[in-house]
């Protein structure tokens, strides 16, 4: 028998899933809860010197469909905020999701809502609300960090036009190649340069 895809949910509760290819799902392993941010367990690499930035504001509506992974819509939530925060997107990030049958219940489709902040090299260094910032290097990809799954495939393809358009990357080297029912380590990978703010105001 093939082996059954996990479903990433939101609260760790049993839920009773829909039928798949004829057969009922049991109470799905790896279960999501909320958790750290950033849990990764290591800095990203510094690669340049600091530099003053902005932050600038973004709104971004996508549709997640997925055939090897299905969320409930707390699951894709915090899966969304937890790779903008890895690409140094700001800690007041919000995102929504609809469309799921119910709480606690996966769905193959879900429309998500998007707003955050992400930083920019300032155009006007005597601006008031200027950051201290730094390009940093990032790669996310199955496992790394660890909140990345080998199931993430789909999401992060989903994701290309709203990491690529309202990023400022260097370098973006953005792959996923997604089969349906099928997981690997090579499925995707997000290689780029990132702005992350710095603690302390600039001077």
Same mark, same amino acid.
């Given at each position: 028998?093939?082996?059954?895809?996990?479903?990433?949910?939101?609260?760790? +509760?049993?839920? /009773?899933?829909?039928?798949?290819?004829?057969?009922?799902?049991?109470?799905? !392993?790896?279960?999501?809860?909320?958790?750290?941010?950033?849990?990764?367990?290591?800095?990203?690499?510094?690669?340049?010197?600091?530099?003053? +930035?902005?932050?600038?504001?973004?709104? *971004?509506?996508?549709?997640?469909?997925?055939?090897?992974?299905?969320?409930?819509?707390?699951?894709?939530?915090?899966?969304?905020?937890?790779?903008?925060?890895?690409?140094?997107?700001?800690?007041?990030?919000?995102?929504?999701?609809?469309?799921? !049958?119910?709480? $606690?219940?996966?769905?193959?489709? /879900?429309?998500?809502?998007?707003?955050?902040?992400?930083?920019?090299?300032?155009?006007?260094?005597?601006?008031?609300?200027? *950051?201290?910032?730094?390009?940093?290097?990032?790669?996310?990809?199955?496992?790394?960090?660890?909140?990345?799954?080998?199931?993430?495939?789909?999401? *992060?393809?989903?994701?290309?036009?709203?990491?690529?358009?309202?990023?400022?990357?260097?370098?973006?080297?953005?792959?996923?190649?997604?089969?349906?029912? *099928?997981?690997?380590?090579? $499925?995707?990978?997000?290689?780029?340069?990132?702005?992350? +703010?710095?603690?302390?105001?600039?001077?």
């Amino acid at each position: 028998m093939g082996k059954m895809k996990a479903l990433r949910l939101g609260s760790a +509760a049993f839920v /009773a899933c829909c039928a798949v290819v004829g057969a009922s799902c049991a109470d799905a !392993p790896g279960a999501r809860t909320g958790g750290a941010t950033n849990p990764s367990g290591s800095a990203p690499a510094v690669i340049d010197a600091p530099l003053l +930035a902005a932050w600038q504001a973004h709104h *971004v509506e996508f549709n997640y469909f997925g055939i090897t992974t299905l969320y409930t819509c707390d699951g894709l939530e915090e899966q969304v905020k937890r790779i903008l925060l890895q690409l140094g997107a700001r800690k007041d990030v919000k995102v929504s999701a609809r469309g799921c !049958p119910g709480i $606690d219940l996966p769905s193959r489709t /879900a429309w998500v809502d998007a707003d955050f902040h992400s930083l920019a090299p300032a155009t006007d260094a005597s601006a008031a609300d200027n *950051v201290r910032a730094q390009w940093t290097a990032e790669l996310l990809r199955a496992q790394r960090p660890n909140f990345l799954g080998y199931g993430d495939c789909e999401l *992060v393809s989903e994701m290309r036009a709203l990491i690529s358009q309202n990023f400022t990357t260097r370098g973006l080297d953005y792959s996923a190649h997604c089969f349906p029912h *099928v997981e690997s380590l090579d $499925d995707f990978e997000i290689k780029t340069d990132v702005l992350r +703010a710095l603690p302390g105001k600039p001077t």
